[in-house]
């Protein structure tokens, strides 16, 4: 043979030595290194998306194996191989969880109760109140919605006259009184609405805190506001005056508005009212002032003064 061929034979079989060493050094590294690993535990994670509200079910929810150093506060760990999902943990969720995010504790309630209470910020109250389609936009008010509150309410004021100048139902037989009447007239029949509160969450729809976006607009006949303890006095005294109506506000509109416009009554909203009222009480009729006259008042006598 070759002496040539030998030594490349010789090299070839040094080259497969020490590729073989090589993998063998590799492979036991590797192994050192598994059995080096840091401790791991499972965790209960989300299975799927989880909305507010949702139970946790054993679809919705399953066990991971977590390194151990890396599990938060708080999350549910599994205390041995056999224990269930369902065990572990029953509850609904008071936040929105990402699949495969870790479920914490803090971001459950037990289903016995407190959940909508647990829904409440600090110093808040729940109330509901009574509705119909039409004063809930039809339906399509949702819980996490904010709306305004309007009160619709039935008055008739007339002013008495006499000591005090206090107001009565009963109308009056001076002057004064008849010409403060028919002001009132001008202004105000016997409706008027007001916007009582701004910017109230929306807490449940019925028996309902959970939004089902492939659920068509709900009818409700009761929905849940989250008000502070003032606005629980104002809705609990407005269902006794009158109707209440909710206007739904755009997505992140949180602005409070002041208007020290009038009320909104009817002889105000009506055209027809302004027309009729205007052509029936002239400016000097319902004043009570004449023009080119002072009128003087001495006791329980008026005297009327022609001036120039």
Do not use: C, H
Request: charge should be neutral.
């Amino acid at each position: 043979m070759n002496k040539n061929v030998l030594i490349a034979f010789g090299g070839a079989a040094l080259i497969a030595v020490l590729v073989a060493a090589l993998m063998s050094a590799m492979l036991k590294g590797g192994k050192k290194e598994e059995s080096d690993a840091a401790p791991r535990v499972q965790i209960m994670v989300a299975a799927q998306d989880i909305g507010v509200g949702e139970v946790l079910t054993e679809t919705n929810v399953k066990w991971k194996s977590w390194p151990q150093d890396a599990a938060l506060p708080g999350t549910i760990q599994r205390k041995g191989n056999n224990e269930k999902l369902a065990d572990a943990a029953k509850g609904r969720t008071i936040r929105a969880i990402a699949m495969d995010e870790p479920v914490l504790r803090s971001a459950m309630v037990s289903e016995e109760g407190g959940f909508l209470a647990a829904q409440l910020a600090p110093g808040m109250r729940a109330v509901s109140i009574k509705t119909i389609p039409s004063t809930m936009v039809g339906g399509f008010i949702n819980p996490g919605d904010f709306v305004d509150v309007v009160l619709t309410y039935k008055i008739d004021i007339r002013y008495a006259g006499g000591g005090g100048n206090r107001f009565s139902n009963n109308g009056g037989d001076g002057t004064l009184a008849a010409d403060v009447n028919r002001m009132i007239a001008l202004n105000l029949d016997e409706r008027a609405a007001d916007t009582i509160l701004e910017n109230v969450k929306v807490l449940g729809i019925d028996q309902s805190a959970v939004v089902d976006k492939n659920a068509p607009a709900k009818l409700a006949k009761t929905v849940t506001l989250e008000v502070d303890q003032r606005g629980a006095e104002i809705i609990a005294l407005a269902t006794k005056m009158g109707d209440i109506t909710l206007v739904l506000r755009p997505l992140g509109d949180n602005q409070i508005v002041v208007d020290d416009s009038p009320t909104v009554s009817d002889a105000r909203l009506a055209r027809i009212n302004r027309e009729l009222f205007g052509k029936i009480y002239s400016l000097e009729e319902y004043s009570g002032v004449q023009r080119g006259n002072v009128r003087i008042y001495n006791g329980g006598n008026v005297t009327n003064m022609p001036v120039r």
